[in-house]
């Protein structure tokens, strides 16, 4: 079955950097569209960046320009996610998702994604 599993969450101070990856297995990797989606506490999920299957597209929230950066690897079914400059109000889950498409664009609606890792938790600290 298709896995979604994410890695490289933790604590770190305000400023600092992390690097989310996203290991997938069970679907044919470079036929999807990949995100990174987030939730704080309280808050409803968010899109934050994708990349489209070929990864020539790659959409940003505004949050998060400048700061984070998506890239993919199809030889390695991976999906990353860089981020620098961080602050407390990107502590969330962090989720992975998968959008099974036939064109390079990018959905940044979450419901249109097939697939869901269980989520990774960023804490930054101020």
Known sequence: QVQLV???????????SLRLSCAASGLSFDSYVMAWFRQAPGKEREFV?????NGQVTPHADFSKGRFTISRDNT??????QMNSLKPEDTAVYYCAADLRTDFAVITWEVAYDYWGQGTQVTVSS
Request: glycine content about 28%; hydrophobic content about 25%; aromatic content about 0%.
């Open 49 to 53: 960046a994708g990349i489209s299957r």
């Open 76 to 81: 390695k079914n991976t999906v990353s996610l």
């Open 6 to 16: 994410e890695s490289g969450g933790g604590l770190v101070q305000t400023g600092g």
